[in-house]
């Protein structure tokens, strides 16, 4: 850069965020692959400020509230039940049967429709009877507004669910019923040209 420009190097690549966003990003212009390269730099400036404290601060708070707990449960509850009871424990044994070839154990249409959602129901419950606020290395509190973050960060992932449950339901057309309907209509058939599609591989 300093001999394309014909100035020293102490003028070209001063200290400071020039040095980050002007000297570099300059640089890394003038390598092969240069997408490449600007990719991997932006990681890398991503990743020092994840690595100061500031950073630690942001990333246990994403950690504690965002991805993992009481979201991960409640999601759990929900893909369980939906499985269990709004498609349909029997439902879901028939189609594993038409993946494998064969019936799995009994005992697992149980876990779809009664242990798994006991289970992670209870262990969601005892999360909240249990919660304790966050806190930096066990000592160091967070402001008001560092839990209204996490709060956020925790409605981000859980929220979008609902969200789109409810965009699905007002643009499809007719009630809940006929939806239902419509919906079992199209798995009978699809069942139905499965087993035709197998009857006819086994001649």
């Given amino acids: 850069m300093a001999k ?3 100035l020293d190097i102490s003028m070209v690549a001063e200290s400071g965020p020039g040095l980050a966003f002007i000297a570099y990003p300059r640089a890394v212009a003038l390598m092969p692959v240069p997408q490449l390269w600007a990719i991997f730099f932006f990681i890398m400036v991503i990743f020092l400020g ?3 404290e500031g950073g630690l601060y942001i990333f246990q708070l994403f950690d504690y509230y965002a991805c993992s707990g009481m979201t991960l449960l409640l999601f759990a509850i929900l893909q369980s039940v939906c499985i269990g009871w709004v498609y349909g424990g029997d439902r879901q044994y028939d189609n594993t049967k038409d ?3 064969y019936r799995p154990w009994p005992f697992m249409k149980y876990c779809w429709q009664y242990f798994t959602p006991a289970i992670c129901t209870c262990t969601f419950l005892f999360s909240l009877i249990k919660y304790t606020p966050l806190k930096f290395n066990n000592t160091y509190e967070y402001p008001w507004w560092g839990y209204a973050i996490g709060g956020l960060f925790t409605l981000s992932s859980t929220l979008m669910v609902p969200l789109w449950m409810l965009y699905a339901v007002c643009i499809t057309p007719g009630t809940l ?3 239902n309907q419509k919906k079992k209509g199209d798995i009978s058939n ?3 040209l499965a087993h035709t ?3 006819k591989k086994s001649r």
């Fill in 177 to 179: 019923r006929q939806v």
């Fill in 4 to 6: 394309e420009q014909g």
């Fill in 99 to 101: 993946m494998i070839g």
């Fill in 50 to 52: 994840l690595d100061s």
């Fill in 197 to 199: 599609a197998q009857d």
């Fill in 190 to 192: 699809f069942h139905r």
